[in-house]
């Protein structure tokens, strides 16, 4: 079956072209990878349809006899309503405010995992909606701080975290297969439906976008919450033993979440392949 296309002309992620993002000056290929592009922070419909490109394509096959031992810590309260009944106190909100080991203030609300590269905004505005995602946890789920997360929550019943996990010897498939296993293992999956990814691609030559590496994507109905159909959707690549990936929980019926998850995941795989080009980490797990 062929990609389903949605509406609406992409242009070039690196330079965020009508998604708040200035574009960087004009740098030589060898080092042009060093300027990589600032992740937008608030979206309107009419910024998704003009500047984006997606494909919906079949979700990928998961192995039947999938692990799912190692995205099963990942779900223990993903998209979990509980997990963000009292919101933190400003802690992301002010660059006098102390963070987890391994993690760094950024310009603005912005933080960022030192060993990955993932980057993570105090918030992700969804303009027409009047919906904001505000972080509202930075979770480590190993004592090495190499396998974290950044949450949000919208207070309103959607939830979006991204994931970077160190996993050097695992495949993407193996990976994709154990998260979409941990999902079914916690919900009630009642089938498997496409969901877009947006499609990574520069104007400029630049080894962040030659050879950018493959992504899987899938959604899954999970049933009603609180006699709304919902959705939880997997988005996932690896780049340099990192495991970059993406979950969204939302009504079934929301696309925009559903497009500016599938925005955002690009944009933080191509910000810890951006790092780990000039400052790989070892198979250890060592910087």
């Not at 799912?68 to 009292?86: F, I, L, M, R, V």
């Not at 997360?149 to 160190?166: K, M, P, V």
């Not at 990574?200 to 590496?213: C, Q, R, T």
Request: a negative charge.
């Amino acid at each position: 079956m062929e990609n389903q296309i949605v509406k609406g002309a992409f242009l070039a992620l690196l330079f965020g072209a009508g998604a708040g993002c200035a574009g960087p000056a004009k740098a030589p290929t060898a080092t042009a990878h060093l300027q990589s592009p600032a992740p937008p922070t608030a979206f309107t419909r009419v910024d998704v349809a003009r500047n984006y490109e997606f494909v919906r394509p079949e979700p990928v096959a998961a192995s039947a006899s999938a692990d799912p031992s190692y995205a099963a810590a990942h779900e223990q309260d993903t998209g979990s309503a509980n997990d963000h009944t009292k919101p933190l106190k400003g802690l992301f909100t002010s660059a006098s405010m102390a963070l987890p080991a391994g993690w760094s203030h950024m310009q603005g609300d912005a933080v960022r995992h030192d060993a990955s590269g993932l980057e993570c905004a105090g918030q992700i505005i969804l303009a027409n909606e009047k919906r904001i995602f505000t972080l509202r946890q930075l979770k480590s789920f190993d004592d090495r701080n190499m396998d974290v997360a950044c949450d949000y929550a919208t207070g309103s019943g959607h939830y979006l975290t991204f994931y970077a996990s160190f996993w050097p010897r695992m495949s993407l498939e193996e990976s994709y297969s154990g998260a979409a296993a941990a999902i079914r293992q916690r919900f009630d999956v009642q089938s498997t439906v496409p969901v877009p990814l947006a499609k990574m691609k520069s104007n400029e030559p630049d080894p962040v976008y030659e050879g950018l590496e493959q992504q899987m994507a899938a959604g899954f109905n999970i049933g009603p919450v609180d006699g709304v159909p919902y959705r939880t959707s997997l988005w996932l690549a690896k780049t340099h033993g990192w495991h970059v990936k993406t979950r969204a929980t939302y009504p079934a019926d929301d696309p925009m979440t559903e497009l500016v998850a599938a925005i955002t995941f690009s944009f933080a795989h191509v910000k810890v392949r951006t790092k780990n080009m000039t400052d790989p980490i070892g198979q250890s797990g060592e910087v």
